[in-house]
């Protein structure tokens, strides 16, 4: 465990309540805060209201104010963002759930931040099996549907090149990555909705590669990833559902898809 980190820096009302630490000694302040969304169709204006604060037997009543701009931000998200999400956040909450990678994913969404990994890392690692990415990509295809949702990162395999006994860099996992892709095809056609155009590629054994001496590296992983796009994009042009629709934009989603 690590002291001092938190997943959040305000924690709900709820969870103090619930640890018992609900109390503010005599003589200190306590600061906290309210979220306030208000409706699409709201009618812009102020809105006054109180606040009862209630304190051992004492009630107390603040005036509260609330400012409704004249605009709407539009529901649909259009940046595309990936956001890290996977950084030891299991050591703040003390548990690696998935119900627990998910609920941290869609707090992501409220604040239109797309998520990197959907599967915890306890699951992920070495188990790319058919069963597994037939998963991921249920699970992506879920978050896509949020309108919030612009991006969802398609996992890969890392696998240790050698030579001569000598290991000397890392690689994808070529075959693992072209289940992906097809997985993710085979999805689209079935739901008749383009995945493509809410997916990336983020491959974190080239990330930073000046700091890391890693450019002979990423050259390997760039390349292995072209060739994969390429070629699977190639087969599934010739041997996928031809008269379906959606198979020209899913086949160019392929060959586009960003890395």
Not at 11 to 29: L, R
Not at 182 to 188: A, L, Q
Not at 199 to 205: H, R, V
Request: charge should be negative; charged fraction near 25%.
């Amino acid at each position: 465990e690590t002291k001092g980190y938190f997943p959040d820096a305000l924690i709900p009302v709820k969870a103090i309540v619930k640890d018992g630490s609900n109390k503010i000694n005599a003589n200190t302040n306590q600061s906290f805060y309210i979220k306030v969304n208000s409706d699409v169709h709201q009618r812009a204006g102020t809105y006054r209201g109180n606040l009862y604060i209630q304190l051992n037997n004492t009630e107390y009543k603040v005036a509260v104010t609330v400012d409704v701009k004249d605009y709407v931000v539009n529901q649909v998200t259009h940046s595309k963002s990936l956001f890290l999400n996977d950084w030891s956040y299991d050591s703040g909450e003390n548990e690696s759930s998935q119900e627990k990678l998910d609920a941290y994913n869609n707090a992501l969404l409220k604040y239109r931040l797309s998520p990197d990994k959907l599967i915890s890392s306890d699951e992920q690692d070495n188990k790319f099996d058919d069963k597994f990415i037939y998963r991921y990509t249920e699970k992506a295809y879920q978050f896509m549907q949020n309108p919030s949702c612009t991006n969802v990162s398609i996992p890969y395999a890392p696998t240790v090149e050698s030579s001569g006994g000598i290991i000397y860099y890392q690689n994808i996992n070529k075959s693992i990555f072209k289940k992906f892709l097809t997985s993710y095809y085979v999805k689209s056609i079935s739901e008749n909705y383009n995945m493509f155009d809410k997916s990336a590629f983020y491959c974190g054994i080239i990330d930073e590669p000046d700091d890391r001496s890693m450019l002979d590296q990423t050259r390997v992983v760039v390349e292995s990833f072209r060739t994969v796009v390429s070629e699977t994009a190639d087969e599934l042009e010739r041997t996928g559902y031809t008269n379906h629709p959606l198979h020209n934009d899913l086949i160019k989603g392929i060959r586009e898809l960003k890395n």
